[in-house]
């Protein structure tokens, strides 16, 4: 499939970028995901404001302005969907500091090297959204900048292998509070959610909470359909406690968590199925993606 790389279209296979990327050096770039539904960006605005509130934290300038970066990702979306990549797209952009030998500081006046790709988007199907995701927990050990969506991933690509090693699809991280106390931040790359007395409760973003688009498309899905709905601290004790789980990204979009640490999530009759709120506003979802 075709790829996007420093103005160049070229064929994913053939992109290359030099070794002395700080990319390739230092993770250090920034990135984003953007869903793409019949040929449509899905909450452009939201992943340009992100894209650029990470690129000022970390002082790489902006290469395009928002109407650039629109022309090229509308042409990759069609680029890839001419070359058989289908209609729904997962858009992936990342922006690097660019190529300069290895110093930590960061060189003044470089290029920052821009590359787009485009994946096929396969979001959870019936089978899986009724099966549900099982998770575990794990102390979060990556560092407090968790607000920008940066390259070095490390971190997380840890978390998640720790779900895969136990069977499971994803990790929530539990962090201690500087003053007692353990909260939820974030999965390895998702955000969590819990359902308490019929109202969804999310992690308010901080330093170690990604700003999730789907944290603002949740809110207003609910103000939609009538579920109250707040960000705040979740405690540890409240996640295990919860009636639901559910946890949001643009790949997966919105899946239950049915399983926490092998245990089924929920209580009563609904124990270990996705409850009635997941099921609201996976509709309400399916509805804003048309
Ligand atoms: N990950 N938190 C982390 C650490 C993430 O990596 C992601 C998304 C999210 C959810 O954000 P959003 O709703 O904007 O997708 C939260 C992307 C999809 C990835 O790394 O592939």
Same mark, same amino acid.
């Given at each position: 499939?075709?790829?996007?790389?420093?103005?160049?279209?070229?064929?994913?296979?053939?992109?290359?970028?030099?070794?002395?990327?700080?990319?390739?050096?230092?993770?250090?770039?920034?990135?984003?995901?953007?869903?793409?539904?019949?040929?449509?960006?899905?909450?452009?605005?939201?992943?340009?404001?992100?894209?650029?509130?990470?690129?000022?934290?970390?002082?790489?300038?902006?290469?395009?302005?928002?109407?650039?970066?629109? $022309? *090229?990702?509308?042409?990759?979306?069609?680029?890839?969907?001419? /070359? !058989?990549?289908?209609? #729904?797209? &997962?858009?992936? +952009?990342?922006?690097?500091?660019?190529?300069?030998?290895?110093?930590?500081?960061?060189?003044?006046?470089?290029?920052?090297?821009?590359?787009?790709?485009?994946?096929?988007?396969?979001?959870?199907?019936?089978?899986?959204?009724?099966?549900?995701?099982?998770?575990?927990?794990?102390?979060?050990?990556?560092?407090?900048?968790?607000?920008?969506?940066?390259?070095?991933?490390?971190?997380?690509?840890?978390?998640?292998?720790?779900?895969?090693?136990?069977?499971?699809?994803?990790?929530?991280?539990?962090?201690?509070?500087?003053?007692?106390?353990?909260?939820?931040?974030?999965?390895?790359?998702?955000?969590?959610?819990?359902?308490?007395?019929? $109202? *969804?409760?999310?992690?308010?973003?901080?330093?170690?909470?990604? /700003? !999730?688009?789907?944290? #603002?498309? &949740?809110?207003? +899905?609910?103000?939609?359909?009538?579920?109250?709905?707040?960000?705040?601290?979740?405690?540890?004790?409240?996640?295990?406690?919860?009636?639901?789980?559910?946890?949001?990204?643009?790949?997966?979009?919105?899946?239950?968590?049915?399983?926490?640490?092998?245990?089924?999530?929920?209580?009563?009759?609904?124990?270990?199925?996705?409850?009635?709120?997941?099921?609201?506003?996976?509709?309400?979802?399916?509805?804003?993606?048309?």
């Amino acid at each position: 499939l075709p790829c996007h790389l420093d103005g160049r279209w070229l064929a994913l296979d053939e992109a290359r970028v030099p070794v002395l990327d700080r990319g390739f050096m230092f993770g250090d770039g920034i990135y984003e995901v953007v869903p793409v539904y019949r040929r449509r960006l899905f909450r452009f605005d939201e992943h340009m404001l992100r894209l650029e509130r990470s690129l000022t934290a970390v002082r790489i300038p902006n290469p395009h302005g928002r109407d650039a970066w629109l $022309a *090229l990702m509308r042409e990759l979306v069609e680029r890839v969907a001419e /070359a !058989g990549g289908g209609d #729904e797209q &997962l858009l992936y +952009l990342q922006i690097t500091r660019g190529v300069t030998p290895r110093v930590h500081g960061m060189p003044a006046g470089l290029k920052p090297t821009v590359f787009l790709m485009s994946t096929p988007h396969h979001p959870p199907g019936p089978e899986q959204r009724h099966r549900g995701a099982s998770c575990i927990t794990h102390a979060d050990f990556r560092w407090s900048r968790g607000d920008i969506k940066s390259t070095s991933l490390l971190g997380n690509v840890m978390a998640r292998q720790l779900a895969m090693d136990a069977g499971a699809d994803e990790t929530i991280l539990l962090r201690e509070m500087p003053h007692g106390g353990v909260t939820v931040s974030e999965g390895s790359s998702s955000n969590v959610w819990i359902v308490l007395e019929g $109202a *969804l409760i999310g992690v308010p973003p901080s330093g170690h909470t990604l /700003a !999730g688009i789907r944290l #603002e498309l &949740l809110q207003s +899905l609910c103000e939609e359909t009538g579920i109250a709905c707040h960000l705040r601290p979740i405690g540890e004790a409240e996640l295990y406690a919860a009636d639901e789980i559910l946890i949001s990204s643009a790949g997966r979009e919105l899946l239950p968590v049915t399983r926490l640490d092998g245990e089924p999530v929920g209580h009563g009759a609904g124990r270990g199925k996705p409850g009635p709120v997941y099921a609201r506003l996976h509709e309400a979802y399916e509805q804003a993606k048309l």
